[in-house]
């Protein structure tokens, strides 16, 4: 028996829907309530479903059931536990019995519910789907366009049908499982010849020859109409197989190209009627209104599926620019619709526009303007193979094209300006966005024409742009239109820069003209001023002139500080925008900067509070960083000026948590500029540490928040800071809670708990000790991932480095601890790696406090429920065992010191393994030794000994490998992480001295003969060998 579920009372859930459409709020909770529990229920989205195909309900209950249908029904079809098979029986029957629906918010629910089923369904439960679906439009269509029915039911159905078709070859087109793809090419192979002829019969009736005639203007539209979508199935089942065509047999690939071919042809020339016909009926409804306004919902339907035209071309040129470059007639079309751009630029503005029923909607254009400009590669005048291209343009074409765009579609328009003024920063949020957004606007389109023009025809563009420079961008312009042509001149001038770089005279100018441009009163001067900071930022990002110009620097901080009427918000924003990426250079030099450095930091430090909107200010903020990090302990003496606004901004934010991360960022590049002097904010980092990572925020600002923590304790000089009431003390019981349950953090809370033992590890475990060996001992339990773990058991090895054994050794105990590391040691079921690093962990604790050791291990016995033998067999087998996974040598120097302080301790268990295993593992490292030594000897310059896993590296050359430091150049950490280094044993104490003192003091404590017993059963040759290293 299955899981048994209560059955539905479709009365109940009438009662409940009718009250979700209640005006009384507390009926609506209660229903809400309900429903959510009556959705578990067997039988109740049958009942929904029965209750919205009812058309004698009321509208509102009927639409509020098929929303809750559609919402949690389509992710729960297959479940047995709420629908049976008759149940989806009836709901598929029902779908297609709502195809004459009059409602159309209802009919759209229906379409995609019914396509969401068919996913699951079509063909094997539901096989007559198509073949019906097929059958009302072909017979709906024969009504319309041979009986001439004009019955509103008939258009309905056929309208509801082919919304229902497009909608289900929709759904299988994204399918990419195997089962899918052959679901979709059946239906392909099934209609596409179909439709093919559905659009022929019905686009004989918009025709020019058809307008001619005075068509009915509601027949008209409705013509058009069903048209349009019976045009979207095609563009579906077209994209579909051009997207698939290179997977496919011979004899599929000829068919289908052969089709797809065919359609292009069609649409190339049916595009170009549609454009004339629609321009035809525009031109008439302007000569004549009120005679002809009625056509004016016939020419939105047309420009629509104009438009749809338009998005079938670029999809197939996506797809492969190289397949549709090779399309019958492609070149014809791309230069039909260049052909539309060059009319529409002598054509008055009021014709171009975004609404549908101008003469030239700017959607269409810049489709246009689109396949213009991808198809420019094709028409260059060199090929890629180096040959001469009989179908280039001519320089003639080119130029004409190039002064087009700049002079009619590159200046800002009457609607920019307009919208500069409005809103200013959100006009330039606008602007500044990139990605694919120039796809969709005509002006941001015209630039990436121009460029591609340039790319591809230089010896053409290049001359005309500078003979356009000479007449216009040097001479004074005062008058509105002149300053609009003069801005859309900078802009072409910026997006070519590499191409005019060797023939623009850049320096001068910027020197001559730029500069004093940017001084003018001027009230429309603020357009060129603008467009002048982005120009500069332009050449200079893209390497065309050096950043190491100080003419540079004091025109964008003149832009970014100007507050005068020559000048506004969009000015300043641009020029602070300019400065980051002038910065953000490999040839910035911070002396150049220097003496600007003061009035730029403290303009965009005013600029990040004046702004208004969020991306404003985090833009603002991210030049702010940039120069932060780019002049680094220049910017000390402005501490105060970054530093003292940040509270009031981080307030202000709210739960804006871009922005607050980008404020972090800020703070974070302060302290690193300000380094052993970062105490002096702990007033301000502290609480932002603190807050970032509190519980409801971390989720947002976690990663920041890390960040900051970590560069204000690497810069720290101390763990307390008696100038403030904020310490970096106070917060590391939050380190600690993070490191015992946040899995997802560890990697980067275990770099902020070895940044604080490095701080002050004796103090830290004089304060928190039982904290501290809790939180590890939580984190090592736990289901952290092994490289956690292994970062864990390192922040020990230094704690026992850094601080006495008094301080440790108890507490390593009773938090259990050492009893945990012992016993994951001894099981040798865990992770090679983790286990070395207790190894090493191990045997830092034994050369800094043997006895310690001695009594963790005798301590743990009882505690465990173990004998104290065997856990040292346990514990010396898994030290021979893993020596051989140890690579790093100075790993292996470690291992092979801390076994001979066990040796030291003259425990039984280790002596019996000295004339065997310890004696193998110290010859080892010894013969390594001794190799590289000779090795040395021979060939001092030979670079081979410096690598990553030679003896030397570690305690002959004078610096520890890079990842010791975990990337603390350059602040304090780094030296205390020196200091340790320089100091360390494994370092500066030579192997065969540490090992006979270990033997000595072993001899002394067990005795002369009884130590000599344990060296009997030594191999003769082993114990010579060693005698030898011992007295070298």
Same mark, same amino acid.
């Given at each position: 028996m299955g899981v048994q579920v209560e059955t539905v009372s479709p009365a109940e859930l009438y009662e409940v829907i009718s009250g979700a459409c209640s005006s009384d709020q507390a009926r609506i909770t209660a229903s809400g309530k309900r429903l959510k529990e009556m959705l578990d229920m067997f039988g109740t989205f049958d009942a929904l479903h029965e209750i919205a195909s009812q058309r004698n309900q009321p509208l509102p209950i009927r639409q509020q059931a098929i929303i809750q249908f559609?919402?949690?029904?389509?992710?729960?079809?297959?479940?047995?536990?709420?629908?049976?098979?008759?149940?989806?029986?009836q709901i598929r029957n029902r779908c297609l019995g709502m195809l004459d629906e009059p409602d159309d918010s209802m009919a759209q629910f229906n379409t995609v519910i019914s396509a969401k089923i068919a996913r699951? &369904?079509?063909?094997?439960? /539901?096989? $007559?789907l198509v073949t019906d679906l097929m059958a009302v439009i072909d017979s709906n269509l024969q009504k319309r366009y041979v009986q001439h029915s004009s019955d509103p039911r008939d258009a309905l159905m056929l309208r509801r049908s082919l919304q229902l078709i497009n909608a289900i070859l929709k759904e299988f087109a994204s399918i990419k499982m195997l089962n899918g793809v052959k679901v979709m090419a059946a239906l392909v192979e099934q209609m596409r010849q179909i439709f093919y002829g559905y659009y022929s019969t019905i686009a004989s009736n918009f025709s020019s020859s058809a307008l001619a005639n005075a068509p009915d203007p509601r027949k008209l539209y409705e013509d058009i109409f069903l048209g349009h979508l019976v045009f979207k199935p095609i563009v579906k089942m077209a994209s579909w197989l051009w997207h698939r065509i290179d997977r496919q047999t011979k004899e599929e690939l000829a068919a289908n190209e052969a089709w797809v071919s065919d359609l292009f042809r069609n649409c190339a020339a049916q595009i170009q009627d549609l454009t004339n016909l629609r321009k035809e009926i525009v031109k008439a409804i302007s000569r004549d209104p009120a005679a002809m306004g009625s056509y004016l919902p016939a020419v939105k339907i047309l420009t629509k599926h104009s438009l749809t035209f338009g998005k079938f071309f670029r999809r197939l040129q996506q797809l492969s620019h190289q397949r549709f470059a090779?399309?019958?007639?492609?070149?014809?079309?791309?230069?039909? %619709? /260049? *052909?539309?751009i060059v009319e529409a630029s002598t054509s008055p503005e009021s014709s171009i526009a975004g609404e549908l029923t101008v003469l030239y909607p700017l959607r269409f254009l810049v489709q246009g303007m689109v396949l213009f400009k991808e198809n420019l590669a094709q028409w260059s005048v060199v090929r890629r193979d180096g040959t001469p291209n009989k179908n280039s343009l001519s320089e003639e074409f080119v130029k004409n094209a190039v002064q087009l765009l700049v002079s009619r579609f590159m200046p800002l328009n009457p609607s920019d300006l307009e919208q500069w003024s409005a809103d200013p920063e959100e006009w330039l949020n606008e602007e500044e966005r990139e990605g694919d957004q120039w796809e969709f606007? +005509?002006?941001?389109? *015209?630039?990436?024409?121009?460029?591609?023009?340039?790319?591809?025809?230089?010896?053409?563009?290049?001359?005309?742009?500078?003979?356009?420079?000479?007449?216009?961008?040097?001479?004074?312009?005062l008058d509105l239109p002149g300053i609009l042509q003069k801005e859309a001149l900078y802009c072409a001038i910026g997006r070519c820069a590499i191409r005019l770089k060797d023939d623009l005279p850049f320096t001068e100018w910027l020197e001559n003209t730029l500069a004093a441009e940017t001084l003018s009163q001027n009230q429309n001067y603020p357009i060129i001023k603008r467009r002048i900071a982005w120009l500069i930022g332009k050449w200079v990002s893209e390497d065309c002139s050096s950043p190491n110009n100080p003419r540079i620097w004091e025109i964008l901080v003149h832009l970014l500080k100007d507050r005068s009427a020559g000048s506004d918000t969009v000015v300043r924003l641009t020029a602070a925008g300019a400065l980051k990426e002038c910065i953000d250079t490999l040839e910035f030099s911070a002396d150049i900067f220097a003496p600007f450095l003061g009035d730029t930091v403290t303009e965009l430090v005013r600029l990040v509070d004046e702004a208004d909107t969020s991306e404003s200010k985090r833009r603002v903020a991210n030049t702010l960083n940039a120069v932060l990090e780019q002049t680094k302990d220049m910017v000390a003496p402005f501490l105060g000026v970054v530093a003292s606004p940040i509270p009031k901004l981080w307030t202000e934010a709210g739960e804006d948590w871009l922005l607050k991360g980008t404020l972090l960022t800020t703070v974070t590049k302060v302290v690193e500029a300000v380094k052993d002097k970062s105490s002096a904010l702990d007033s301000i980092t502290i609480p932002l540490i603190q807050e970032s990572l509190s519980p409801g925020v971390m989720i947002n600002l976690d990663e920041d928040g890390l960040i900051l /923590?970590?560069?204000?304790?690497?810069?720290?000089?101390?763990?307390?800071?008696?100038?403030s009431q904020h310490c970096v003390r106070d917060i590391f019981p939050r380190a600690l809670y993070l490191l015992a349950t946040n899995l997802d953090l560890l990697g980067k809370i275990t770099g902020i708990i070895e940044s604080y033992l490095f701080l002050d590890a004796p103090a830290l475990l004089q304060g928190f000790s039982t904290d501290i060996f809790r939180a590890f001992s939580e984190g090592l339990k736990s289901q952290a991932a092994i490289v956690n773990m292994k970062d864990m058991v390192i922040n020990l090895q230094f704690m026992v480095q850094l601080a006495p054994s008094s301080l440790w050794g108890e507490p390593m105990h009773t938090s259990g601890l050492f009893a945990h590391l012992l016993?994951?040691?001894? &099981?040798?079921?865990?992770?090679?790696?983790?286990? +070395? =690093?207790?190894?090493?962990?191990?045997?830092?604790?034994?050369?800094?406090?043997s006895q310690m050791f001695l009594q963790l291990i005798s301590a743990t016995a009882p505690a465990t429920n173990q004998k104290e033998s065997y856990l040292w067999e346990g514990l010396l087998d898994q030290w021979w065992g893993k020596f051989d996974n140890m690579s790093e040598p100075r790993h292996r120097k470690l291992t092979a010191m801390g076994i001979a302080t066990l040796v030291s301790t003259g425990r039984?268990?280790?002596?019996?393994?000295?004339?065997?295993? +310890?004696? $193998?593992?110290?010859?080892?490292?010894?013969? =390594? +030794?001794?190799?590289?030594?000779?090795?040395?000897?021979? &060939?001092?310059?030979?670079? &081979?000994?410096?690598?990553?896993?030679?003896?030397?590296?570690? /305690?002959e050359l004078n610096e520890a490998p890079s990842e010791y430091y975990q990337d603390s150049e350059g602040t304090p950490? %780094?030296?205390?992480?020196?200091?340790? %280094? =320089?100091?360390?044993?494994?370092?500066?104490?030579?192997l065969n001295e540490y090992v006979g003192a270990q033997i000595r003091q072993a001899e002394a404590i067990t005795g002369s003969e009884r130590f000599q017993t344990y060296l009997a059963s030594a191999d003769p040759t082993v114990m010579k060998q060693i005698q030898n290293e011992l007295s070298a």
């Open positions: 559609k919402l949690a029904a389509l992710s729960h079809w297959k479940s047995r536990k709420v629908l049976s098979d008759a149940q989806r029986v699951h &369904d079509f063909p094997t439960n /539901w096989p $007559n090779l399309l019958p007639m492609c070149g014809d079309l791309v230069l039909f %619709y /260049w *052909s539309q606007e +005509i002006r941001a389109c *015209s630039e990436r024409v121009l460029l591609q023009l340039s790319n591809q025809f230089p010896k053409f563009v290049t001359p005309l742009l500078l003979e356009t420079f000479k007449q216009v961008a040097l001479q004074p312009t /923590w970590l560069s204000v304790l690497r810069n720290a000089t101390s763990l307390t800071n008696p100038s016993n994951t040691l001894v &099981d040798g079921e865990s992770s090679p790696m983790l286990l +070395i =690093e207790i190894i090493f962990l191990f045997a830092r604790m034994v050369m800094a406090d039984p268990e280790v002596l019996q393994r000295l004339p065997g295993e +310890i004696f $193998n593992l110290w010859l080892d490292v010894f013969g =390594e +030794i001794k190799e590289t030594k000779l090795l040395h000897d021979e &060939d001092p310059t030979n670079l &081979d000994l410096v690598s990553p896993t030679n003896l030397r590296r570690h /305690w950490e %780094y030296d205390r992480r020196k200091a340790l %280094y =320089e100091r360390d044993p494994i370092r500066v104490v030579h």
